[in-house]
Nanobody, 126 residues
Framework: QVQPVESGGGLVQAGGSLRLSCAAS????????MGWFRQAPGKERDFVAA????????AYADSVKGRFTISRDNAKNTVYLQMNSLKPEDTAVYYC???????????????????WGQGTQVTVSS
């Protein structure tokens, strides 16, 4: 079992950058695929990015491709989301999640994730 805890959110101007971190407790972090999702007020929780156990497979939502980068450091039990060229429409609560997928893949569906963090707010001003 792992418990994700997000950090790094905040207020940034359009065009700026932020790096989110997700530290996950537990000794089996490297056995989990990790993902980032976001939820804006009044909207559903949407997929942002995911990374497989080994880091060899990554997936991104079309809306963030070329701007966001997901990475992980299994020695530190941490996954990161580097967000560049931020836009006001990126404003949301960002959630980190862990998936006990049996294969080294990067899941995109929320229902494939087993453990969720509490979220961190990202606000992009225009």
């Amino acid at each position: 079992q792992v418990q994700p805890v997000e950090s790094g959110g905040g207020l940034v101007q359009a065009g700026g950058s932020l790096r989110l971190s997700c530290a996950a407790s537990g000794r089996t972090f490297s056995n989990y695929a990790m993902g980032w999702f976001r939820q804006a007020p009044g909207k559903e929780r949407d997929f942002v990015a995911a990374i497989s156990w080994s880091g060899s497979s990554r997936a991104y939502a079309d809306s963030v491709k070329g701007r966001f980068t997901i990475s992980r450091d299994n020695a530190k039990n941490t996954v990161y989301l580097q967000m560049n060229s931020l836009k006001p429409e990126d404003t949301a609560v960002y959630y980190c999640a862990a998936s006990r997928t049996p294969r080294d893949i990067a899941p995109m569906r929320p229902r494939l994730y087993d453990y969720w963090g509490q979220g961190t707010q990202v606000t992009v001003s225009s």
